[in-house]
């Protein structure tokens, strides 16, 4: 098993910046791939990015040019670094790892609120 906790979110005013982060534990060895993804209430979980071990990282159109997705495989750490936010980017944003096994794994989510 694997347990993925984030850390980072919190109130930011539009056009600012925010650094998410979610540190992996447990069985990291068998993971293929970690992502993000962001889900407000009464709607469906939306990617954001997932990045493989190796090959090109799948993001969203809304993240290009203002969401940077980046790894730490030494510590076992995924970062989201969001800049130029907007009040449209406020969500509960979860960590996921998918096991070279098929099974995925979810962290508990980390609040992001952009207002002023």
């Known amino acids: 098993q694997v347990q993925l906790v984030e850390s980072g979110g919190g109130l930011v005013q539009p056009g600012g910046s925010l650094r998410l982060s979610c540190a992996a534990s447990?069985?990291?060895?068998?993971?293929?791939?970690m992502g993000w993804y962001r889900q407000v209430p009464g709607k469906e979980r939306e990617l954001v990015a997932v990045?493989?071990?190796?090959?090109?990282?799948n993001a969203a159109d809304f993240m290009k040019g203002r969401f940077t997705c980046s790894r730490d495989d030494a510590k076992n750490t995924m970062f989201l670094r969001m800049d130029d936010v907007v009040p449209e980017d406020t969500a509960i944003y979860y960590c996921?790892?998918?096991?070279?096994?098929?099974?995925?794994?979810w962290g508990q989510g980390t609040q992001v609120t952009v207002s002023s």
């Open positions: 447990g069985s990291v060895f068998g993971i293929a791939s």
């Open positions: 990045m493989p071990r190796s090959g090109r990282t």
């Open positions: 996921t790892a998918a096991m070279i096994s098929g099974d995925v794994y």
